[in-house]
């Protein structure tokens, strides 16, 4: 059997058994998306938004042009595929290529460490590919973590790059940069945590690096630099949002432990395990901190037990240096502070030393340091193998073992029909919807990003993307009168007919509002909200703004239909103000002022209008209010253009100034 033979029948043996293993995800590779809750979505709508961006979108996001921003460039190594099947077909078949493709890898990995002439080798480098390919992390992450799950890069890598060692060439080296590339787009975690594998491998291996040629060196900075400038460059927005004060990336000392692995998490099986899953769900939803997803670290049973009882004839080197690694990103993913089953122990670990350094500090999920666990642990089982396996029977009963040790069958899985009422709205006027709950529901949110591609208008307080608005832009959103307890689903204001800051009525302010972010649509989607919920924003927009209902499958639809009469001018505050609040005794609302609040005022039709702020200093406040406008004293009636206009409202003495029954009188210009 020729060597292109075997790689082909490797190849052939783990597609049959990632074909059974994540039923039924093939059956469906057209209808359904395969993992559960909203990223699947979101993946899916970066691959639209990338193919309607098109080249130059590309080359913005690769050469890291733009502000400060997140990004995510996981989906542009696999649009050839979008381009060929489309959505949802491309994203199912980038899933089970991540385990075809792991399992692969690192059987190269493993045949390429061990004794090549061997066929035991082969044998146990394929036992160490079904290892890898289906250990609970990568599961768990497949699930919805489009980059994580793509853990197929990491041995890919090391194999290019040992490679290029035993006999460097041109073409090696460039698939190796291509490789690392890959890698630093799908997954940056993954780069972070392989760039300190590289540098530990260079410290053990020392020896062989110090007799190395000149000529060789230069090779590797050459390749050192083109990685950088390849991978990194795409990363210069996400890195200077990184490098801000109080940037969103840090997500503080109490989230970074959430995010970290607990120890007794690489013993404790997956808790979607086909049979005894069950078991420990209890154990995950109650000790372990984080999402499933995070806290999954499951190494599997018999892969430790072969390692721990038979690894006696692996050469010392290379076993103490695959024992180093795992030992190293097993502490680190453990962060900065050990906790076990979910309570916190008073023992600091290394990771508390880098934590706050620049990169490290916006490190999201520190647990992602587990892959390279389940990487070491996986190729030192391979290693174990090679020198121990004799028989055909004790591999098929690995095998045998290994499955039922990762059993997962069936694969959650997700329609991918998206609501009907999408290609309704897609022709309405307006360029933004409301729609509910899609600030509050992930799954929703996410679904409402993919439809956004359909429709093609922008989702209003869309919590999936919150990472991609500035800060200010989310506190406008949640700041807008009616559109703010529409989103953020303050039922008790709606039942009550509460009034808004300022006195503002939120069946006269709403179309105000929705008309500021040029939205004619509401679209609710009644299953995803608690009876109360649903009953309170029907009651609201059927009785107060006398909309009417469109049910169109299991959506309702709202148009603004201008029955209700509005003034055309609205207030949102901005920074500044304190315990806003209504006090039912002197029925009143009350605002306190510690130095100087902000609001904002707005005027959406095309005429001039002519504005009162009123309201009252509170007896018990310390400081009388002055109200400013471009920095001057305003005293008396405001006229209001079309447009935007900010205000400050300024305590004038030395203590907190207490406003009390603010109101806001509205006037056309005769």
Known sequence: MTRWQTHGIVLCLYAVLAIGMTWPVVPNITTRVAGSGGDPWQTMWRFETKDRAGWNEFIKDVTGQGEARLINLSVWPWMPLHFAFGQP??????????????????????????????????????????????????????????????????????????????????????????????????????????????????????????????QRLRWIFAMILIGLLGGGAAYIPTARLAFQNSSPLELGREQLLRFSADPFAFIIPA???????????????????????????????????????????????????????????????????????????????????IDSLPVFSAIRAVSRAGVMVGLAVSVFFGLVLATQLRRKWSAAVITALLLLDFLFI????????????????????????LEIPAATNYTIASRALYGSTVHGKEVLGNIALERAHTEDELAEIKQLPGVRQLLYLRTTELRQDRAEFFDQNLAETLPDAMASKDATAIIVHPDSLSILQWMSIKNF??????????????????????????????????????????????????????????????????????????????????????????????????????????????????????????????KNIK
């Open 89 to 214: 077909t491309a994203y199912n078949i980038v899933w089970l290529l991540s385990f075809i493709l792991s399992g692969y890898a690192v059987y190269l990995l493993v045949y390429t460490l061990a004794d090549p002439s061997s066929n035991q080798t082969k044998v146990a480098a394929w036992l160490a590919g079904l290892a890898y390919m289906f250990l609970p992390y990568h599961v768990a992450h497949s699930f919805g973590h489009f980059g994580a799950m793509q853990i197929q890069w990491l041995p890919f890598i090391i194999v290019a790059a040992i490679s290029w060692w035993r006999r460097p060439r041109i073409i090696m080296a460039i698939v190796l940069v291509c490789l690392f590339t890959i890698q630093v787009w799908s997954e940056h975690h993954y780069a972070l945590w392989l760039s300190l594998f590289a540098l530990v491998a260079a410290i053990y291996w020392r020896a062989q690096i110090r007799v190395m040629s000149g």
């Open 541 to 666: 927009l059927e009785e107060n703004l006398q909309l009417t209902p469109q049910p169109i499958a299991d959506t309702v639809l709202y148009e603004l239909n201008g029955k209700v009469a509005t003034d055309g001018v609205l207030l949102t505050r901005k920074a500044g103000w304190e315990h806003i609040g209504f006090d039912a005794e002197r029925n009143s609302i009350f605002a306190e002022i510690p130095t100087t609040a902000t609001a904002t005022l707005l005027n959406v039709t095309d005429q001039d209008k002519v504005v009162d702020l009123l309201f009252t200093i509170a007896p018990e406040s310390l400081s009388s209010v002055a109200v400013v406008i471009d920095g001057k004293l305003s005293e008396g009636p405001i006229i209001l253009p079309p447009g935007q206009l900010d205000i400050q409202f300024v305590a004038s003495g030395e203590g907190k100034a207490i406003i009390m029954n603010p109101r806001l009188n509205v």
């Open 410 to 433: 069936p694969v959650p899985t997700q329609s991918a029909a998206i609501p009907e009422v999408y290609e309704k709205i897609s022709s309405l006027s307006g360029r933004t919807v």
């Open 271 to 353: 808790s979607f395990h086909s049979v005894w899953g069950n078991l420990v769900d209890a154990l995950f939803n109650q000790h372990f901190t984080g999402n499933v997803a995070e806290s999954t670290q499951y190494l599997g049973i018999i892969v430790l037990l072969v390692s721990l009882f038979f690894h006696q004839l692996v050469p010392v080197g290379i076993k103490r240096f695959w024992l180093i690694v795992g030992i190293l990103f097993f502490v680190i993913s453990l962060g900065p502070q050990l906790h076990i089953l979910g309570n916190i122990m008073p023992v600091p670990l290394p990771y508390g030393v």
